[in-house]
């Protein structure tokens, strides 16, 4: 498709307010045309329908199922849009004294309130940007805690299972990381586990449930063997939405947690827009959480800026507010009920669709998982590969599974449905699933040459890294 500039003819032009003056002159005067600069003269209808054209290139959760496991792109609910557009949130200047943003300082506080009551832990703070950050402030708080107790601690623990970002954040604040094996089964192994956690242990950072879609029998076992020696206990609690309402992270025995309140409470996410990973921790560790923090006070909601033991700022003002807006309008549209359902619905959901899935893909672990399961290629016919099975599932009108994630499985399919899907949805995607193994037995090729019906087919991807091509040369 051309780039509208390509589209672009002088003296074309949209809308415009006709001048009061009689003149006789060419509308379009000569120097308007040609003059260096490179403006686009295009009509309105061009601009409309370039653009109707683009957005119809692409595909979202608005478009259809997004099954990408451990990023919950459930669909996001038009309210909470409506709400973080309202001009008294919008129009508010970070720099407004307290007295005149006591709305939006009620809304922080009132959330931390919700995820405490959600999580069980004590308060959270909104300052991190994204999951990632979270992980990073998390990691940092557990740094000062051991300053403070005069403790010299250089190890972080974290399971072969988890996503990137938890070594990333781990070696960023100058901790060492050391991995922990998983049993046959998908939990951690706690044998093996127990032999690690020594006094230079200062935590174990784990997904909860964990990024197999499995809820560790283990939990209460994994919190004692940590405690016992010291050490903290760390939730990743980007899996969060599979526990909604039904367990308390804090009850698991974890100290801290981020939340990715762009998966769990629906904020949309994936193109790398504003996130928010905000920080969940134990009373224990309250004190050394970023500033500011929204208190209430006798004479209203107030900032705390002078903590002694904070880790200090780690953003401007105070974090995403506006992805924060959007969790506190979901929240309040599901009510405690309606956050459960949510939860609960997630995990019967992935449930169902594994049971449609499982006679026909190869289920390396098989138990009852939670919000996500993972299959592989395993049993694919003719050499299909996992790549292949999500180039060709585009053209049955899906977005891909994550693949290849996480690494302890070969070929990972990695599948969540997420409670926005109904029951049609689900089994029309189980429907192309198997459409595409009976094509793998019969017309492999088909498979392996896929998407056909996508604005952009297959890639070579690695002429793609090897030689991207970044600039339109007009
Ligand atoms: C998404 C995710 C993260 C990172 O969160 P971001 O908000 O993308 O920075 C960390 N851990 C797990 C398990 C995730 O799924």
Redesign the pocket.
């Known amino acids: 498709m051309p780039v509208i500039f390509e589209k672009s003819r002088c003296g074309r032009s949209a809308y415009a307010v006709p001048s009061w003056e009689l003149a006789d002159t060419d509308p379009i005067p000569a120097a308007m045309c040609n003059d260096g600069v490179d403006l686009l003269e295009v009509g309105e209808v061009d601009i409309v329908r370039h653009y109707t054209a683009l957005s119809r290139m692409n595909f979202g959760v608005d478009t259809g199922m997004y099954p990408l496991g ?2 919950t792109m459930k669909y996001n609910p038009k309210i909470n849009e409506r709400v973080a557009a309202l001009p008294g949130f919008t129009s508010l200047h970070p720099l407004s004294s307290p007295a005149l943003s006591q709305g939006s300082l009620e809304v922080l506080y009132d959330l931390s309130e919700y995820l405490a009551a959600i999580t069980g832990m004590r308060r959270f703070s909104f300052a991190p940007a ?4 979270g ?1 990073l402030a998390g990691v940092m708080v557990i740094k000062k805690y051991f300053e403070k107790k005069g403790e010299n601690r250089g190890v972080i623990l974290i399971p072969d299972s988890a ?1 990137g ?2 070594p990333a954040s781990v070696a960023m604040c100058g901790f060492q990381v050391r991995e922990v094996p998983s049993t046959a089964e998908g939990d951690v192994d706690l044998h093996k586990l127990a032999a690690m956690v020594d006094d230079n242990v200062a935590a174990m950072m784990l ?1 909860s449930p964990n ?1 197999l879609g499995l809820f560790d029998r283990n939990i209460v076992e994994i919190a004692r063997v940590l405690h016992d020696r010291g050490a903290l206990f760390y939730c ?1 609690g ?2 969060l939405n599979a526990v909604l309402g039904v367990a308390k992270v804090r009850a698991m025995g974890f100290d801290l947690m981020h939340i ?1 309140l ?2 769990t409470f629906s904020t949309p996410h994936g193109g790398g827009g504003p ?1 928010s ?1 905000p920080l969940g921790v134990s009373d224990e560790l309250e004190p050394f959480l970023p500033v500011p923090v929204v208190l209430k006070g006798k004479d209203g909601f107030y900032l705390d800026q002078n903590r002694l033991d904070s880790i200090g700022r780690i953003h401007s003002f105070y974090g995403n507010f506006l992805v924060a807006l959007r969790a506190y309008a979901y929240i309040r549209m599901l009510g405690p009920e309606g956050i459960r359902d949510a939860g609960n619905t997630a995990v019967l959901n992935a449930n169902y669709l594994l049971s449609l899935l499982r006679k026909e893909y190869n289920l390396p672990i098989d138990r009852i998982c939670k919000h996500e399961f993972v299959l592989n290629d395993k049993d694919m016919p003719n050499g299909v590969t996992t790549n292949d099975i999500a180039k060709r599932i585009l053209d049955f009108g899906f977005h891909a599974p994550t693949v290849y994630f996480p690494l302890l499985v070969p070929g990972a399919i990695m599948i969540e449905p997420t409670e926005t899907e109904n029951r049609e949805t689900l089994e029309s995607f189980a429907a192309a699933m198997i459409a595409i193994k009976r094509e793998a037995e019969s017309d492999p090729e088909i498979v392996k040459s896929a998407p056909h019906s996508t604005p952009v087919r297959k890639v070579d991807a690695v002429l793609a890294a090897r030689k991207p091509v970044l600039k339109w040369e007009g």
């Open positions: 451990s990023c994204a999951g990632a950050h992980e996503h970002t938890n997904t990024t990743d980007a899996n990715n762009h998966k996130g990973g």
